[in-house]
């Protein structure tokens, strides 16, 4: 039988964005592999940790270059990023809490690439008149993480319909930011 990896990795994230401190053999169960299966694939906690960050970058990056960001007003563009990060959001879910990422003097690339994007939509609004200039893009960049993290654990733990998420996060978000005239 063939192991799906990144079907692993998102059973994984799916258990740890609700119980972050489970351990291997409870991962393991919730992917439907063996203790030694989820071993060979990822040779600890650690390994797993940085490979949803991997698998998180990529499915992220892949969402933002779908809602083509740089393209028609940044409110339009802002809500088609919204709903292509809902795939990702368990996985953020996890990875925004997860302070052993941020640790250390090293700036990871993925990061800093997705930052730039996103900062880049809320830079672009804010010259363009749409967004309000008082909150820094990068602050709202922070609050998009948060919120599509939030919204994304609601989901996984059934309090929130999946079909809700886009409007949720881009509703929540976009009355915050839009600017508003005297």
Known sequence: MTVDRDQVLRSAA???VRRSGATMDEVARAAGVSRATLHRLF????ALVRALEELGIRECESAVAAARTDEGPAVEALRRLVAGLQGPAPLLSFL???????????????????????????????????????????WLTEALYALIGSCGWCVVDGRVAAQDFPRNVSELLLGGVLRRTP
């Open 14 to 16: 799916t258990l740890l």
């Open 43 to 46: 040779a600890g906690r650690e």
């Open 96 to 138: 925004i809490t997860e302070a052993q990422l941020f640790e250390g003097e090293e700036i990871d690339a993925g990061w800093a690439r997705l930052d730039g994007r996103f900062t880049a939509l809320f830079e672009r609004g804010q010259h363009t008149g749409e967004f309000r200039i008082d909150l820094s893009p990068t």
